[in-house]
């Protein structure tokens, strides 16, 4: 074993060990620098850390939050309380906190386009909607081959100006996040085209739900929640895309050796790296796992709630967000963003 190497494993091990002590979560007793709870579990981690950056917790009391989105322009944070019924907005300036929709059709996911209009996907209504500058609602997507969609969850926007979005049909499976009823589609993939065209992409997962571009938007992955539990990659092919294959498995190296937990909403850093929320196996997996551009399980930001999504943003996009169960969290981290959201 060389230097190096030691070094690593002893600082892994100081890590865990100092993560196992129970924190203060209101911010007024600080963490010892860097942040115990912000975990390499290979050397290469090390170098997407902000060693003096700590995990905050920005806001709880939700129900569960979901679908953290950056408004460049605006310089706030959407996100969605789905059993509230509820879009909430956060301001760095001051660390704000306000409803900025109430009724907002049980939303999940949320992105912008590239002309800083908001994208939600809603659950209560089984729609993707956009949100105009003047204020009015249009709807996106509603339907697929004269059937209504099962329940729109999360979605990114490709530069060609298509929409792509998932549709496992979560919302449509009880009240407590939209409203109860029957799937009529078969869990899939959508496109949306920049003149309204709906087209499959794909239905081989059994419940799509998290998706995110590489940088270069040549691949695309996507998290299935499904009995295979799972992220896979497909390579983009204009309007489609072909050889699926599993990127990697969310199996935790500090806890679920067995990979019953899940992931659920990711990002891709200009590295190519994907940063996967984490949960419902608990303490020692639950937070963001990070996979380097091999499927690699590289580093692990460890939470007290089941994380269910995250995004990048700030001015630098070097900030990232994570919405998990009741509360929002933020980390600054040595690497920005992929995108625009």
């Not at 270069?216 to 996507?222: A, E, P, Q, S, T």
Request: hydrophobic content about 35%.
């Amino acid at each position: 074993m060389n230097t190096d190497r030691r070094s690593f494993l002893s600082t892994f091990v100081a890590a865990t060990a100092s993560s196992a002590i129970a924190r203060d979560w209101t911010g007024q007793t600080p963490e010892r620098y860097p942040d115990p709870d912000v975990i390499a579990l290979d050397p290469s981690f090390t170098k997407l850390v902000q060693g003096n950056a700590p995990i905050r917790r920005l806001h709880t009391g939700m129900l569960w939050a979901e679908g953290p989105a950056w408004n460049g322009s605006g310089n706030y944070l959407v996100w969605s309380d789905i059993p509230n019924n509820v879009q909430m907005r956060w301001l760095p300036e001051d660390g704000h906190v306000s409803v900025m929709r109430n009724n907002a059709n049980n939303c999940n996911g949320n992105t912008f386009d590239l002309r800083g209009r908001q994208i939600s996907f809603e659950h209560a209504t089984r729609r993707v909607v956009r949100y105009e500058l003047d204020g009015k609602v249009t709807i996106l997507a509603a339907t697929f081959d004269g059937k209504p969609l099962n329940a729109p969850n999360d979605g990114a926007v490709h530069p060609d100006g298509s929409i792509w979005f998932t549709d496992p049909g979560y919302g449509s499976m009880m009240d407590y996040e939209g409203n109860k009823g029957d799937l009529l589609l078969k869990e899939s993939v959508y496109r949306i085209d920049p003149a309204g065209e709906i087209t499959k992409i794909t239905e081989d997962l059994e419940k799509p739900n998290g998706l995110c571009f590489s940088p270069d938007y040549k691949k695309v992955y996507i998290v299935d929640t499904g009995s295979p539990k799972n992220i896979r990659v497909y390579d983009v092919d204009g309007t489609k895309v072909k050889n699926g294959k599993v990127f990697a498995t969310n199996k935790g190296q500090l806890a679920d050796p067995k990979a019953n937990g899940n992931s659920d909403g990711i990002r891709c850093d200009v590295e190519g790296n994907l940063w996967c929320s984490a949960g419902w196996i608990g303490d020692g997996y639950d937070g963001v796992h990070v996979f380097n551009p091999e499927g690699k399980l590289i580093g692990f930001i460890k939470l007290p709630e089941t994380a269910s999504n995250v995004c990048f943003g700030g001015s630098k996009r070097n900030r990232l967000f994570i919405t998990a169960s009741q509360s929002l969290y933020s980390l600054y981290v040595n690497t920005r963003g992929a995108h625009h959201c």
